[in-house]
């Protein structure tokens, strides 16, 4: 059973590039999380997808943006990139009908931005 | 709004003694709470979680946490270190009934000496 994938693990851009990162969630979940995490900071909340949409949002900037597909799968896209988001970015997915709200979580692109 | 606090960003134990990482929270409702571990260049992977079940939960690896709603605490605990525990340990909140995002600690990196 494979788990959360992430592609690509590492990517290096340079300030005002757009970036589009993937993630595959773990089989049979249906809800996928984004997380920010900096370094030597815990992750942060981008936002959340379940069944296309986005449902929940942190407080990222509109710069940041996603997708989820009919299969689940999931795109980070981000522009104007700035030398501040650069840091681990990290996929969790979970089973929406589940009151546990376990998130497994994939591990990680690694963007920097020059 | 929820919030996570760990003690201690760094700490260090030797080989066979007893782990303690501090985690105090703030919730508006009855939390889920979690800990993960993130070993180097990876992702976060689920120690053990909190679902209003049995207050003292077991984890992998011979962790445990208690949660303690009087002193809104969950510490994560071992009673004997080992070498292969150094890592980066993050205490996380969520309220399911508000949507299911976690929101972590800072991190708590251990150090294991021999």
């Known amino acids: 059973d494979a788990g959360v994938t992430q592609s690509p693990t590492h990517l290096i851009k340079t300030r005002g590039q757009q970036v589009t990162l993937r993630c595959s969630p773990k089989s049979g979940h249906d809800t996928v999380s984004w997380y920010q995490q900096a370094l030597g900071q815990g992750p942060q909340f981008i936002f959340q997808?379940?069944?296309?949409?986005?449902?929940q949002r942190g407080n990222f900037p509109d710069r940041f943006s996603g997708h989820q597909f009919p299969n689940y799968s999931s795109e980070l896209n981000v522009n104007a990139l700035l030398l501040g988001d650069s840091a681990l970015y990290l996929c969790a997915s979970s089973l929406e009908v589940s009151a546990k709200n376990i998130q497994y979580f994939g591990a990680g692109t690694r963007l920097s931005v020059l | 709004a929820q919030s996570v606090t760990q003690l201690g960003s760094h700490v260090s134990v030797s080989e066979g003694a007893l782990v303690l990482l501090r985690c105090n929270y703030s919730s508006s409702v009855p939390p889920y709470l979690f800990w993960y571990v993130q070993y180097p260049n990876q992702g976060l992977q689920l120690l053990l979680k909190?679902?209003?079940?049995?207050?003292l939960v077991k984890g992998i690896n011979g962790f445990e946490a208690e949660f303690k709603k009087s002193e809104t605490s969950f510490h994560l605990t071992k009673p004997s270190a080992h070498m292969s525990d150094a890592a980066e340990y993050f205490c996380?909140?969520?309220?399911?009934?508000?949507?299911?995002?976690?929101?972590f600690g800072a991190g708590t990196i251990l150090r294991v000496k021999s």
């Open positions: 997808y379940y069944e296309e949409e986005e449902r």
């Open positions: 909190y679902t209003s079940a049995a207050t």
């Open positions: 996380a909140v969520s309220e399911y009934a508000r949507g299911n995002k976690l929101v």
